[in-house]
């Protein structure tokens, strides 16, 4: 036993160090903008950059990203630390070869969970609208695994067809909201590419439940162009094509009232956290006749309106943080597609 | 055969005398009373307890079908004293000479015992052996019974004399043991512990007719029988407290314990583990890249660690005086990571493999001195799958996991549903590129997905084998036969995240169970100066009808050997004759996917009706005594081989191909080995072999594009091409050397002496290169012949020092184990295209280039695969050629690193031991 207790002894010298590790891939990215300052630029892809969405804790956002190292530019939802940096990870349909446009994009996010819209169109025979569109419901760390809520275009109860759907929104932990919208491919010429025209026409209310969703569509939702709930998700911030106000529908009173007027220009694309409400004004909305032009920024604190941003780029879709300090933005400078801008906010 | 031929066979057969036994040796030698010389006759002979035989009226006596290892022999005569030589060594196919020398009537004379075997001088002996025994595994620095085996000379790796992988046998206690499968390019799935070993060996010629399936080497092995007391080994070697480069993550672990467990009943066991962070350690120089990873690191290759664990026990049995039942059970299992380029930077999509093989064996013996019965019986299973793992294994002790590795498609390939396969198979995503790389640009390197292979099979194997010998004191009759049931069933599916399709080639599986039998016999001629052997072994092999396609019955082959040695002055010579043959992989009757259309082409289809590998070899051995201590052995050979399995174009188009038995070649050499074994505290070996192994142009391949046509329009058919075999390396040098201090060596400081007991063994091995192929810089047109190039010349040493001690009243050591203690860096594979490891800096601006072509797009500072180095102007994107293609470059560099083009780099293990 004396032996085999030195012996012990020994092979615990023996086997006291850990080996050597494998070499191991230290590119880390970067963290934070490439230049600070304000505003500060977060993306620089020559592709769209699109859609953002805050997660619930403020620690990052999600959003639509033009992929150009991709052959069929995918559009995947792209994942980025709040500060700016490097993208953590992309979200993509990338099972098929690269024969097919695949699109996420509107995304919401509720817990851990993403609500977002997935839509595919064939790359080489495209049609005028995308082949597959559809509303699904994901885990956030996975957003590929995603469940089916409603395929679209669909028609409702209520007599009304919805083309597509844009600023998908959660009012609880089963309760969505979004706006129905009517879609058109005007050409400028008859020899000229088509373009897309998306016009709202309505809000619709969707609660998930074990059968799947139960539309609902909101009074005083018609035409609306955009909408932003509240943190409770018992208000429902929207406007209206061609109309220069912010409504305020609150479900669990039925009242809908005027939040505040601009005065002039189109009032669109609302986001609202802590108090503090963004808008898109002005600018040249889409229509059967025109491109989207996208807008000015405006920030609303209490009785004050500020135009964030150089008064000649063009916004659209912001993105207040959480808690209300910050806004991302898409915005055109010059560029042919739009970047994510951050804004610090006072 | 002729009716002249059989009656030279009845001849032979009729004058039967000893001969060779794979597993047994023999102990012969006179009793003689010292006075006088006088024989003794009618006295009784034992070995371990067991009365054997009697002397005969001349003294003499001989002890047949003894096994290998130490054994007590006993001498007893009335009116003499009762004579015991307790260490007694028996080396399988050799004869072991104790002669007793008594004084008759007088207890106080000394006894005198001689007891050596001569197996160089010995005539029966027509085989061409070399051997290590069990204790010499320990002090070489070998690790496994195949490195020891490769230390024979005319092998290179498992290749034996000039013959590729898979044409040998592994012989266990007398059973043939073979991955019929695919031995040609898998393992054997299960691996002997050395503690199990009483000896190996490697037979690369006259081996006997009780052998078959080989044609160029017999691995034959004899296991331990349980001692008479109990005794065991407990090792454990590591190289963690050598940091830095020197640790390569490499432990292993052996226990080992045998002994008595009454009645005569015995018992070995052992448990030989193994781990290592690097399987494949490769030399290859750092990368010159500063960014690269390997470039500060170049040790240790991730996603290339390696488990193993071998477990083996075996239970001996006696019933009654003459009979034993031997139980012999192992397992092993092989689990590897496995290090690919393409996942460099992201190895959890890199591939995997399991290995699991199991021995179940057992051995009922009937022996007494004139007729001897084997029943064998062996179940032999091994199971492979390779592909992507389901999710990555923890380690939990170097590089020991502890659990079964889960393989995505893994059931599905267990079920060998091809109709399911069609679709993208689950767990299998498809690829995209990694943006986790210093270079950041999408090429090359890849995540996301698997290269989507899954390949799976199973082989098993029921094996009944009787073998019979029937002998008197001088003459021996070798018979019997052998039947075994295969049931072999695979799965491989390619691209297995996609659908099969135009590009995707349909899953394969097959399902078939044939059966192989085999019968000979042997027998010896004894003449006054000379002795003629003599065997004959029929072999048959019928696939069976599971497998797809048509076949054409059961295949024959006959294979007569015949040997012719005599005793020269001071020296035999032995001239043998042999024709071998083995049944070809089972892999090659069926079909294959395969998603490389570059080399093998995308499918392959199986040839259900292929016959046998065959060999013809002639050797001429000539065997010396110089002095006492000195031996030396020189086998000139001739192997002619023909019917090797080769793939054949169906048409024109090479994605297109059958297996056929269309290759043929010859491989001449000469063997020189001198050796002095360990006396006096030193030893050495030394082997040198001069080969020539050349194969005939019947390649298809090669023919169609060698076929030329003159100014008439005619066609012109190649002639006979002869171009090297694979593994054609014309020199090998091995030399073994042991030195062993006595326990008064060296001074003494302090009253130590460091040197006492201390032994020391090396190993130099210096080949010249094997031949490879080169081809142009796109890869389609051969340059020269095929094999016409080599590789450069290789060398590495290896040593092991073991310092002994006493711990406690037990024997313990501890040893320092080097392998390439020069650091060679070993060139053991180039590019075709260059003759060199590397591409040419042409080839990867040319890589570079179609990667940018592929990608030009610019990269923001967003993207993962920005790299701030690279944006030379700032601007938040690394765009246009000057600041993308430098990244290209590097990125192809960085893929093109020729790392398993190099050989292992030095290997250190410091080891403990303990006896007891």
Known sequence: MKAVATFTLLLGVFTACGHTSPFSSNEGGSSGPLIPGQPAQLTFSPGADLIPEWLPDGSGFAFTAERRDRADHDRCLAFMPGDGGTISRYACSTVAADDTLNVYDEAAFQGDSVAYVRSSTERFLPGLGPDRQSLVIAPAANPNAARLLQTIPFTTTWSATYDAISHVAWLGPARLAFIGEHVTFPRGCSSCVPDTARIGIGIVIADLDAGGLTLTRMPDGDSASSLAPSANGDTVYFTRNNDTRVFRRTLSTAITDTLLDFGVGVARDLSVSSGTLAAIVGGIPASPSNSDRGGALQIVQGPTITQLGDSSWRFRRPALSPDGTRIIVSAWNGAPNADLWLFALP | MTPRAWLVCAALMAAAAPLVAQTNGSIIGHVRQRDGGQPVSGAEIGVDGRWLDRSDSTGFYRLREVRSGWHVVTMRAIGFDTMRRDSVLVRASQVTVVNFTVGAYTIEQPIVVEAYADSILDPTLVATVQRLTGDELRRFPVTTLEEAVALSAGAVGESYRGGRLGQQAFVLDGLGVKNQLDASSGPLGVRLPPDLLTEASLTTNGFSARYGQAISGLVNVVTKDGGDRWSGRVVYETDRLLGGTADLGQDRAVFSVDGPLGRGAGLVAVLDVEGKMDADPVNAPPSPEPRDPRNASPALLPHNSGERYDAGVKLRVPLGSAHTLRLFALRSVEQRLLYDPLYKYDTPQAPARRVVGDLLTAHLQRATNSFTADLRAAY?????????????????????????????????????????????????????????????????????????????????????????????????????????????????????????????????????????????????????????????????????????????????????????????????????????????????????????????????????????????????????????????????????????????????????????????????????????????????????????????????????????????????????????????????????????????????????????????????????????????????????????????????????????????????????????????????????????????????????????????????????????????????????????????????????????????????????????
């Open chain 2, 380 to 916: 032999f299973a091994r199971e492979f799958i390779r592909g992507a793992l389901t999710d990555q294994p923890a380690y939990q002790f170097g590089a020991f996991t502890g659990r079964t590795f889960h393989f995505a498609g893994e059931e599905l390939a267990r079920s060998q549903d091809t109709a399911l396969a069609a679709a993208p198979v689950a767990g299998f995503a498809a690829p995209d590129f990694s943006d986790r790389t210093p270079w950041g640009v999408p090429a090359f390197f890849q995540t996301g997905g698997s290269r989507g292979d899954l390949g799976w099979n199973r082989f098993r194997e029921m094996r009944g084998q009787a073998d019979f010998s029937v002998g008197g004191p001088r003459a021996d009759f070798y018979f019997g036969g052998e039947v075994a049931w295969q049931n072999v069933r695979t799965f491989q599916r390619a691209l297995a995240y996609l659908p099969v399709g135009d590009t995707v080639p349909p899953a394969t599986a097959s399902s078939f169970q044939p059966t192989a039998a085999a019968a000979y016999f042997e027998s010896q001629l004894h003449g006054d100066d000379f002795v003629v052997t003599f065997g004959l072994r029929y072999d048959q092999i019928n696939p069976g009808s599971g497998i797809p396609g048509q076949t054409f019955g059961a295949r024959r082959s006959v294979n007569p050997r015949l040997g012719f040695s005599t005793v020269l002055k001071g020296a035999t010579f032995v001239a043998s004759w042999g024709r071998f043959s083995q049944a070809p992989d089972f892999q090659f009757l069926v079909d294959a996917a395969f998603d490389d259309t570059l080399r093998t082409g995308r499918f392959r289809r199986g040839n259900p009706n292929l016959g046998f590998e065959d060999a013809t070899q002639y050797e001429f051995s000539l065997r010396a005594r110089p002095s006492e201590t000195t031996t030396l052995r020189v086998n000139v050979y001739n192997k002619l081989l023909d019917g090797l399995v080769a793939s054949v174009p169906l048409g024109i188009d090479p994605d297109s191909t059958i297996f056929g038995n269309a290759d043929f070649g010859n491989v001449k050499g000469a063997d020189v080995i001198a050796e002095r074994p360990v006396r006096d505290g030193w030893g050495v070996r030394v082997a040198y072999t001069l080969q020539k192994a050349e194969a005939s142009a019947t390649n298809a391949f090669q023919l169609v594009r060698r076929i030329r046509i003159d100014q008439n329009g005619d066609t012109i058919n190649p002639a006979n091409v002869q171009y090297p075999l694979d593994y054609d390396r014309r020199h090998n040098f091995t030399f073994l050397g042991q030195v062993q201090l006595s326990d008064s060596a060296g001074p003494a400081v302090a009253g130590v002496r460091p040197f006492a007991r201390l032994e020391a063994a090396m190993i130099t091995r210096v080949s010249s290169g094997l031949p490879f192929t080169m081809t142009n810089a796109a890869g389609d047109t051969l340059i020269g012949l095929p094999n016409s190039h080599r590789l450069p010349l290789t060398m590495t040493v290896d040593l092991l020092m073991r310092r002994q001690f006493g711990l406690v009243g037990r024997q313990a050591s501890v040893y320092l184990d080097v392998r390439n203690l020069l650091n060679r860096r070993n060139i053991e594979a180039v590019r075709r295209e260059t003759g060199m490891p590397n591409l040419t800096p042409q080839g990867i601006d040319s890589l570079a280039e179609r990667a940018y072509a592929a990608h030009p797009e610019a990269i923001p500072y967003e993207s993962p695969r920005y790299r701030s180095f690279a944006d030379l102007n700032g601007n938040g994107l690394i765009e246009g050629r000057t600041e993308l293609f430098p990244l290209f470059q590097s990125a192809a560099r960085d893929y093109t690193q020729p790392l398993f083009s190099y050989g292992a780099p030095r290997l250190f293990r410091l080891g403990i031991e303990l006896l007891f």
